[in-house]
Structure formats: structure tokens, C-alpha cells
């Protein structure tokens, strides 16, 4: 039985938060787990991450496989980088940086 630690999506709509599972590689996304080892919402300020060290050690010795995105929260977990995941600037942020990177681009020339 192959087995995968990966993200599974909780949370409403527009609003995502994901739990981080052990589960058999073929089961479905959001499908059956075999275990919870963290969860994982970056919708909040600052971002909510927590994963049972122990637990992902435990399943990685049985052979189980990270998916990427997993593999680099948890190592930024184990780094203590934690509070440096950002997420995605909201929208109106992305348009000021743009403007600014325009205007000074422009500036420049």
C-alpha cells in the first residue's frame, strides 16, 4: 500500500483551509485518511500552521511519500521559518506594488 502525507481541503468557499492527512495514495483529494497529522490555513494573519513532527517521522519510516507542497511546509516548520509564510498578497496590496514598481521604473528612464 503506497501512502502519501498530503493536504486535504476543509474550509467554505473563496475561504480555503486544509488539514494535512496521511492517506493512500489513490483515494480521492478530500476522500478517507488513515491519520490527521496538522492542519494549514493561510487565509488568517499570521498564518496558521502546525504539524506533528513526530508523527510525519514515524509515517516516513514506513514509507510514505510527501507531496511537495507538504515536504516544504513542513520543512520550514522544522527551520522555525514559519512566520515568513506570507500567502498571497491580497489584491488591492498587488496593484499598489504594481503602480509603485511602475512609477519607479518610470522615474528612472
Given at each position: 500500500m503506497a501512502?502519501?502525507?498530503r493536504m486535504q481541503r476543509a474550509g467554505a468557499r473563496n475561504h480555503p483551509a486544509y488539514r494535512i492527512v496521511v492517506t493512500h495514495s489513490r483515494s480521492?483529494?478530500?476522500g478517507r485518511f488513515i491519520e490527521k497529522v496538522g492542519y494549514y490555513n493561510p487565509t488568517q494573519t499570521p498564518i496558521m500552521?502546525?504539524?506533528d513532527e513526530e508523527r510525519v517521522e514515524y509515517w516516513l519510516s514506513q514509507g510514505a511519500k510527501c507531496s511537495e507542497s507538504v515536504a516544504t511546509l513542513y520543512k520550514r516548520q522544522r527551520a522555525g521559518k514559519v512566520a515568513e509564510l506570507t500567502?498571497?498578497?491580497k489584491f488591492?496590496?498587488?496593484k499598489a506594488a504594481k503602480?509603485?514598481?511602475a512609477k519607479a521604473g518610470g522615474g528612472e528612464e
Open positions: 501512502t502519501m502525507i480521492p483529494r478530500d500552521l502546525q504539524i500567502g498571497r498578497p488591492k496590496e498587488r503602480k509603485a514598481a
